[in-house]
Nanobody, 116 residues
């Protein structure tokens, strides 16, 4: 069964950190372009970061550059999003996406709330 499962969300104070995980089953993440997206209440889904499957380059949205870091553990078939210096505006449901050609998989999302 093809599946992406995010975890690691929660409530954190401004300035805090969280690490999100995106675990894949039923396919090998290494062959896919990986994206992290988020959607805040009343807003459209936006891209946070992505890993190219052609050259492995990593891209970040300007709003998270320098604070978020994406990485992957191929042995665990898992991708991570390390989020530091979190701000209230980072509050959203975070989703991971794996895309390769016509194959496009999404996880169920994990809630991140940044609040004092």
């Amino acid at each position: 069964q093809v599946q992406l499962v995010e975890s690691g969300g929660g409530l954190v104070q401004p300035g805090g950190s969280l690490r999100l995980s995106c675990a894949a089953s039923g396919f090998t993440l290494d062959y896919y372009a990986i994206g992290w997206f988020r959607q805040a209440p009343g807003k459209e889904r936006e891209g946070v970061s992505c890993i190219s499957n052609s050259d492995g380059r990593i891209y970040y949205a300007d709003s998270v550059k320098g604070r978020f870091t994406v990485s992957r553990d191929n042995a665990k078939n898992t991708v991570y999003l390390q989020m530091n210096s979190l701000k209230p505006e980072d509050t959203a449901v975070y989703y991971c996406n794996a895309e390769r050609g016509l194959r496009d998989y999404w996880g169920q999302g994990t809630q991140v709330t940044v609040s004092s």
